[in-house]
């Protein structure tokens, strides 16, 4: 279950403290801040700077930092001349906020194609699509009974209750914790799920231990590289996406963050930012960002206001963010982050290896795995460029194809050699992909407000970590600065919402 550090404990009160000063500190000047930074351009940065951009107007000075490319972890490889997504690749069609985003930016959706996929255990497949829907539903059905039923209700219940966020949003309310914004939601429900384990929640459901170790552990390691310990909120965005109502966009995901970014006409910043430090001028709070460089640190100028829309701490050489000013430094709150390894391989799947030595008779385009300790990948399948051409077909496994592979280290010559019966490259992207569920001590989950106008996104990614999650924090964080700094109280933490936008209306 995941907790936070003692570390945090006492930091706690501060924070609060320091959020509840932030509704006394607005500008009642009317005056829009003339100067707001975001740390990070990923998907929660670009979209934070043009949700920021909307509420603020032209006027204000925009200008958001980045220390690696654009899009964070969206990003693409090259092989064999094509383009493909190494980093975030899927989207589901609930996901408003990224529909939205493609459709103002002009982008086209990217059309899929279409296969089959299995569950390996190590030693044999012991799931699997077929080409008859009726016959994987009675196939389900006669090995786990009515759990994957179950598990469709519960997640169906979950997302009806999620997607009234769009509503509130529209309607301009905003939260102050991500606490606030899951009960908003789900009430009590939803806080509690993300303290307590998928597994623990699913078996309650009545879904059985078999379902919860060969279907639910797969789909775990797939999207998150964990186990079903998982909080079970998380368990629930990454089982929601695996569904088959799924897109991407054509010309990769990344192109969302690069399109935000021009049309809220940010100034782009290559530098890593070190800290935040407050300034403290006739009666006024700015900011003063610190930037690592070659030869010494150099300071920007005082900021209105500062969004970090990037992990406090990742782990490695990076030491992350520091606050000098608060009594203790909010990164180690955070837990760690999941290392996880992207590999692009083109080369011929062994077949063999799952019980098929005529790779022509091979039906599945993936291959998800259980958490058998023998494995050394989470999963495998063939993947198509970002760019699909008019009469793309998927490769059949005979036939030399691209693939993904997910594992938790570098996949050695050896590995590689297991799992191929021959490559041409393999291109390995390592990411601190997500959140460590469980590497955290406590029980709340990281801030919103850090103190007045000093706003905090990926938290968010503690409850559920996905792009449409990165989104939902950015436009969240962009009305409660917003209604902070024009002291609108009244539009955050609103109880009873579903009443108050039919009163509205």
Known sequence: MRRLPGVLGPLLPALVALSSAAAESAHVDGAPPS????VGAGIGGSATAHFLRQHFGP??????????????????????????????SIIHALNLHMHDFVQQLGLKQRRGVSGKTAVFDGTSVIAEETDWYLLDLLRLWW??????????????????KFIRIYKYQAHGYAFSSVEELLESLGGSGFVNMTRRPLSDSLLELGVSQRFIDEVVAAVIRLNYGQNVSVPAFVGAVSLASSHSNLWAVEGGNKLVCEGLLKLANVNLKRARVTSVRPLHSGGTLRYELSQAGEAEERHSSAYDMVVVAAPLRVGGDDEGISFPDLAASVAPGEGEWQGTVATLVHGYLNTSLFGFPDARLFPYAGVLTTDAPALFFNSVAGVHP?????????????????YKVFSPDVLSKEQLK??????????????????????????????????PHLYYLNGIEWAGSAMEMSAVAAKNVALLAYHRWNGRGLKVDRKDLLRAIKTEL
């Open 35 to 38: 100067k707001i930074a975001v």
């Open 59 to 88: 006027e204000v000075q925009l200008d958001v930092y980045e220390k690696g490319e654009v899009g964070g972890r969206l990003a693409t490889v090259t092989v064999n001349r094509n383009e493909y997504e190494s980093g975030g």
């Open 143 to 160: 090995r786990y009974g009515i759990s994957f039923i179950r598990l469709q209700m519960w997640l169906e219940e979950i997302m009806e």
């Open 386 to 402: 970002v760019n699909v051409p008019p009469g793309f077909r998927r490769k059949r496994a005979h036939e030399a194809a691209v």
């Open 418 to 451: 297991t799992l191929f019966r021959s490559y041409y490259s393999a291109q390995a992207t390592e990411w601190q992909a997500y959140p460590r569920y469980g590497s955290a001590d406590g029980s709340a989950l990281p801030p919103v407000e850090l103190r």
